[in-house]
């Protein structure tokens, strides 16, 4: 009895209406589909295969473009829109009405020509009991709440493509970065390297030309610095008769002296002050400033071995090696332990940062 029941309160909510709509629905489709599958190759002049899927495929595509435009009018019918339901329900009229008129003249059952009208009425009558038949407070409502359920999807979209957009900016740019730091690398390195030829060439010429005077001269330099000076004595000085002083009269007459040359020495040269320390005993400071800690105080990056470094880096690694000693290292000792710990940068670089130093340190200790 239960079961009974149960049946018969299924059966009373089946929608007897919305299940004819859909199977004639159906049925509009397939024989629309037959007919032109089968039609359409031959009229396209493919044989065989090639036509039937030419044929079928196009069918597909003209179903789904008529039944698309029904659905659609709902949309349009719910929201109100006139302008919606003027093109929609126009463009399934005019499909409704192409499929009727192929299906009556290439059709092998004409009777079958108004399935697709059929099917239409009753998508139709839904469509109006669903959208129009309610008071017009109720009919703007469900115009309206389907206006924002449409909103919303159209705003989720577009925040979607927006986030994508985003993105794919980012990468571009990010991207774009990458590359320019790369191209202004490739410059640098470019400029560099003809700028180290040049130098390289220059002193290649320089030290040729100078191998070709020594060759050329240098014996004769050597013997000119090697031999002494002739010493060269007093000289009278002649008056305006070409007479010496004793023929004139016994008076005192001054007389020029050429004063002995002496043998010329080339004074040796004092050491630079940056050397005066060579050969003093050196012992390390006890508790010295690291490289680190000179680096975060200067505020800069702690300077890595192998790596180019920055006026500023060079700067704290010379500090560190001149003031690791006690007495501080010469420059020779701080160049030759810079290059033994691995630092990179060309010697006048170094040369320059250490004079500045010792310009600085001058400057500062009073007079």
Known sequence: MKYAARTWLAVRRVDTFAIVEKLLTLAALVLVAATLGDKLGAVLGLP??????????????????????????ELAIRQRSTVGMAVF?????????????????????????????????????????RNVLADPATAAQIAERSAKDRNARALAAADARHLGSEAHTEVVAETAGHLAELNRQTAR???????????????????????????????????????????????PVATEVGHTPPEQ????VATQVIPEIETVANPPVAPAETDSEVGVEQTFVEDAMTLEELAVAAGVEVPEPGVTLTDEQLEVVVRWLRYAMEPPRSYRQAYAAFKEAGFQARENRVRRTWGEIETREAEAVPA
Not at 113 to 126: D, K
């Open 189 to 235: 390195a470019e400029v560099l390297t003809d700028a180290q030829a040049k130098i390289s060439k220059a002193r290649a010429k320089a030290e040729k030309t100078l191998a070709e005077a020594d060759k050329k001269h240098g014996k004769d330099a050597a013997a000119f610095m090697s031999r002494g000076l002739l010493t060269v004595g007093p000289r």
């Open 249 to 252: 009269g016994g008076r005192t």
């Open 48 to 73: 065989g295969q090639a036509g039937m899927i030419a044929g079928w495929s196009i069918a597909i595509v003209y179903d789904a473009l008529w039944i698309g435009a029904l659905r659609m009018s």
């Open 89 to 129: 329900l126009g463009l399934s009229a005019v499909a409704i009405a192409g499929s009727t008129a192929m299906l009556l003249r290439l059709g092998h059952a004409q009777a079958f020509a108004f399935v697709p009208i059929a099917a239409a009425a009753f998508m139709g009558l839904r469509l109006f009991a």
